[in-house]
């Protein structure tokens, strides 16, 4: 099945990017005209704020939730956000962070008072007023996030930070100490994730192929998905939250993406 | 036989239509810390404080995981503990700090969890912008900054009561709760049911606190303080002196009021049964001329509010008969106005109920005479035994005290109006020509008892089979009156009481479980029992008022006829 992902940040020709089944990283960077400026590659950010980030090291991965289920995968809003090497790792996770507070709906405790906190303590960790204890509890605020939050959006906020910290903690620990050199250097305008048009894309469910089994709804963590038992389920566009969960899991192939304009 | 088997925290428990794993766990007698989980109210899942572990190491809400055969769950993990404290210390710290302050003090759900898990400190500011209190009701006071958003007001308010009076509002980190227009709660549609406070596990919402008022006029020796005492509050107070719902502690409560400076105490049954022989009365009335049928009772404040708001065409259908504590403050004040004016004293009237909508009625324009209100103040139940506490009287300690005569003594009608089928029940009596034992047994077999929110019952009186509807909850009342202006059921005698279970669960009582408000329901069916007489038209001292002057009174003083605001 071909997916249609946003590819942005450090490439040539950011945009709209069809890919196909078994298509890589690397290949799907290609796509998008590779990367700009003769800059190396340093790190990818897929699926936005509940999304997860990967470096080198996976490149070659195709772009899947199979393969890519150990890093804590997620199709997200569909963005792919390429940094190249200039970039500060810990600038870029502190914009996603950010994210949450205006994209999350603030419904349960520990992701409304938990990326409330997160985004606190990057402030602090962004002007090097943070210690290794206030980043330990960071971590364990986003890490109990990641486990009690309601929905998969609130479950997602950890993996973006678990591997940014995991593939790159020189530079975490170059922010504890006050000084990082990459924020010095980059004078770039930053790699701003969102601003994609919004409800760019709906989710629905092809009725001809639909056989009323329930597994989506049941399935489904914003309780979008309606209907009787052995007659199509339909998904309401106002309650959905994009996460996908349904598309994965339907045994006939009957939940697609469809593009809408604006 | 059950559905399936499975085990919390190594306890072997059967489930069987227990929708959720938090309800197999109340049932194995584990209690799974919660804010947001109702067993009336539908699942909401956001304080996250109910998690829980499976066999398989997976961690999820039990308010939200269904359970299945064979299940192993863990309530009580280290994971778990720490997830918790910091949920807890999460919540906290978007919280204002000034317990001592609070009126919830000592009674809130978040307080208390913060010290079953040892919150001591708190590594956050509150950095969040403080919103503006909110008392421009009479019933109520809202301080959206101890708010935690679990959103029981907004489910309790839309799917108990019907009203949907409380949103919630923004997203993320501006989520907060407003009620419908952002406006002051005074100018919404709210009925003033304070539904939302009893089911707050915080001080958000709270009851109005008019204690001071009452200090000052127990104080002031210019003021005969009267005080009546609603049925519903003698088997619900002794909950907070640990004496088990139900049981009655009337005769402790006189004796406390006694303690604390008030005058004279009375009991608003005696107001019940003026209400039962009035309403009753009007009910054969209109029985026979068919006018304005069915009637319906007006004892309860936030149903005739509910009315007069969003259902005005049912305004000629209620009782203009009087609620029992406005009944006894009009005949009250009325007999001793007189005799304040010689003895150059005023009369202050006290009323002890378990709602807060009766603030609400007391200020009501209607309800005054030569510029006073009949009632003028009204405490609840909660109030009271913050007086009583403040008093440093040992509640349970306390010798007995009857209320006073005359008004202190009604009958086991009068008794039973605390809970919801009582006041239909009530009225039958009076108007059954059958006056035997086997009438009462017939009445009470009849199915106006019960638990279910709805309750249908034919009774023949005389040669006509009278049919009664009891229903609580306003959301269920609007259902039954849909039917009824549909034509789907014809009805002579509905009987609606906003609170589930009546007012034995008012919002002016402590806060309690289902089963204790069944239980306080079971203690005033007791009373009636052990009544020395259980019919209204037995009430010897009201047979002697009605004899002097109060039959060709009535009108004036124990009536009043609702009308449409004029403004709509």
């Excluded at chain 1, 090497?85 to 950010?98: P, Q, S």
């Excluded at chain 2, 101890?146 to 029981?152: A, E, H, S």
């Excluded at chain 2, 005949?331 to 909508?357: F, N, Q, S, W």
Aim: proline share 4%; charged share 25%.
């Amino acid at each position: 099945m071909v997916k249609e992902y946003l590819v942005k940040g450090d490439v040539c020709v950011p945009g709209k990017v069809m890919v196909a089944d078994g298509m890589t990283i690397r290949q799907v960077i290609e796509a998008a005209g590779g990367m700009a400026d003769g800059k190396n590659f340093k790190a990818v950010q897929i699926g936005g704020p509940s999304g997860t980030l990967l470096c080198a090291d996976q490149l070659d991965l195709s772009l899947d939730a199979k393969t890519l289920a150990p890093f804590g995968f997620r199709r997200g809003d569909s963005v792919i956000t390429v940094l190249d090497e200039g970039r500060c790792i810990v600038d870029a996770v502190d914009r996603f962070m950010k994210q949450t507070q205006t994209d999350f709906c603030g419904k349960c405790v520990s992701c409304r008072e938990g990326t409330r906190r997160i985004t606190e303590l990057f402030d602090a960790l962004m002007n090097g007023s943070l210690n290794e204890d206030g980043f330990q509890l960071l971590l364990d605020i986003a890490e109990m996030v990641s486990v009690t939050g309601f929905c998969a959006l609130g479950k997602g906020v950890y993996d973006t930070l678990k591997n940014a910290y995991q593939f790159f903690p020189e530079e975490f620990h170059a922010h504890m100490g006050g000084s990082c050199a990459l924020c010095a250097a980059d004078t770039r305008p930053p790699v701003e994730p969102g601003n994609i048009p919004y409800d760019r894309r709906r989710i629905v469910i092809d009725p001809s192929l639909c056989r009323g089994c329930s597994r989506c709804a049941r399935s489904c963590h914003a309780e979008a998905i309606f209907g009787v038992i052995k007659s199509p389920f339909t998904i309401d566009q106002k309650k959905c939250v994009k996460c996908f969960t349904c598309m994965d899991l339907c045994a006939f192939g009957a939940i697609r993406e469809e593009e809408i304009d604006g | 036989m059950a559905k399936g088997l499975m085990y919390i925290d190594n306890i072997r428990v059967e489930f069987d239509e227990e929708p959720t794993v938090m309800a197999v766990c109340r049932k194995a007698g584990v209690e799974v810390p919660n804010f947001c989980f109702h067993s009336d109210l539908s699942v909401y899942g956001a304080c996250r404080m109910c998690m829980v572990e499976d066999e398989n190491g997976k961690i999820d809400a039990a308010c939200t995981m269904v359970p299945k055969d064979g299940m192993h769950i863990r309530t009580n993990t280290a994971k778990l503990l720490h997830y918790r404290r910091m949920i807890l210390e999460l919540l906290l710290s978007a919280h204002c700090r000034d317990c001592t302050l609070c009126d919830k003090s000592g009674n809130c759900r978040l307080q208390d969890m913060a010290m079953r898990f040892g919150i001591h400190s708190m590594r956050f500011q509150d950095t969040r912008k403080p919103i503006e209190n909110d008392e421009s009701s009479p019933a109520i006071s809202i301080d959206y900054n101890k708010c935690i958003l679990c959103g029981d007001c907004v489910r309790v308010c839309q799917e108990i009561e019907g009203i949907g009076n409380l949103h919630f509002a923004g997203h993320g980190p501006d989520l907060r709760i407003i009620t419908t227009g952002d406006q002051p709660i005074s100018a919404t549609r709210c009925i003033s049911c304070g539904q939302c406070s009893a089911v707050c596990p915080t001080g958000a919402i709270v009851v109005k606190n008019e204690i001071g008022e009452a200090w000052k006029a127990i104080h002031d020796p210019k003021k005969r303080v009267v005080v009546q005492i609603a049925p519903a509050v003698r088997v619900a107070i002794g909950e907070a002196y640990e004496i088990p719902a139900g049981e009655n502690v009337l005769d402790k409560l006189v004796s406390a009021l006694k303690i604390m400076g008030v005058d004279e105490v009375y009991d608003t049954i005696f107001g019940a049964d003026l209400t039962v022989r009035e309403e009753g009365a009007e009910f054969m009335r209109r029985l026979e001329s068919g006018e304005n049928l069915p009637l319906m009772t007006s004892c309860c404040p936030a149903w005739v509010k509910h009315v007069e708001n969003d259902r005005p065409q049912f305004i000629k259908n209620l009782s203009s008969a009087l609620s029992p504590m406005q009944m006894f403050a009009t005949v009250l004040k009325d007999r001793y106005r007189e005799k304040d004016a010689e003895a150059g004293r005023e009369t202050y009237h006290i009323a002890i109920m378990p709602c807060t909508a009766k603030k609400m009625e007391a200020a009501r324009p209607e309800f005054r005479r030569f510029g006073v209100p009949n009632v003028d103040l009204v405490l609840t139940t909660q109030e009271v035994i913050k007086m009583i506490k403040e008093s440093g009287i040992r509640f349970t300690a306390l010798e007995k005290e009857s209320p006073d005569l005359p008004f202190g003594m009604g009958s086991g009608a009068g008794e039973i109006f605390g809970t919801a089928g009582g006041v239909a029940e009530a009225v039958i009596r009076h108007c059954l020509p059958d006056k035997s034992k086997n009438g009462l047994r017939m009445i009470s077999h009849s199915g106006l008892r019960g638990t279910e929110q709805l309750r249908f019952a034919t009774i023949p009186i005389g040669d006509r089979q009278v049919r009664v509807a009891v229903v609580h909850g306003l959301a269920e009342a609007d259902r039954l009156l849909d039917k009824i202006e549909s034509g789907e059921v014809q009805l002579d005698l509905v009987e609606v009481m906003t609170c589930r279970t009546g007012c034995v669960g008012g919002a002016g009582q402590p806060t309690a479980l289902m089963g204790s408000k069944r239980k306080r329901a079971e203690g005033l069916y007791e009373l009636d029992r052990s009544a020395l007489f259980k019919r209204a038209e037995r009430n010897p001292v009201l047979n002697m008022m009605y004899a002097q002057d109060l039959a060709e009174r009535s009108h004036e003083l124990l009536h009043h006829q609702y009308k449409a605001p004029e403004n709509e």
